[in-house]
């Protein structure tokens, strides 16, 4: 049997409500899916409970699931989207609030390329720190864009903002990354 294969009889043991089944799915992509939660919910206590949200919801809509497309982005997109349901919750509309809260691999010598590799993992925890301190709006509109590639007609219909205040925010989000990361990585 095959992993698609398995990932299939996985899902169809979710919708018979085969506990065993949800707990296989759920270990498979819990991983893959925390990280898609932390970018919204910085605080990790709350972004695991948005996930286990999340897990809820995906078991619900299972039967929905059409096997045409990729099942992790299907998953992915319910648990963005539950992250977002909990901070518009979570304020009146964060998202029309104005508060600001060339690397290349490959070389030779494997000692420069491990060097070059763990120099990159330090950047993206730099970033990932960075996107966590903007303001939940910019945060939120930011992460959809840039790192679930939502698009700015897709962003104002799910936060029910305009496209105007989505790239707004976006652009916003960009400058306050800029300063974060020039006062609290570079100048350091």
């Not at 929905?64 to 919750?89: C, L, P, Q, V």
């Not at 690397?103 to 330090?122: C, H, Q, V």
């Amino acid at each position: 049997m095959n992993n698609k294969d398995n990932l299939k009889g996985i899902i169809d043991g979710c919708i018979a409500n085969n506990r065993r089944s949800q707990e296989q799915l759920f270990k498979l992509f819990y991983g893959k899916m925390l990280p898609v939660c932390l970018r919204y919910i910085p605080d990790r206590d709350s972004a695991q409970e948005v996930l286990q949200e999340g897990f809820i919801k995906v078991f619900e809509k299972l039967e929905a699931f059409d096997h045409k497309g990729s099942f992790e982005g299907w998953i992915r997109r319910i648990i963005a989207n539950t992250a977002i349901d909990t901070i518009r919750k979570s304020k009146k509309n964060p998202f029309l609030t104005d508060d600001d809260n060339d690397f290349k691999l490959g070389a030779s010598n494997p000692m420069i390329e491990a060097e070059e590799m763990e120099l990159t993992d330090i950047k993206a925890q730099f970033a990932m720190e960075a996107i966590q301190m903007l303001s939940p709006a910019y945060r939120t509109v930011f992460s959809m864009f840039v790192l679930e590639d939502y698009s700015h007609k897709e962003i104002s219909e799910i936060l029910g903002i305009s496209e105007g205040t989505s790239k707004s925010n976006l652009a916003k989000a960009k400058m306050n990354l800029q300063r974060i990361i020039n006062e609290k990585f570079i100048n350091v």
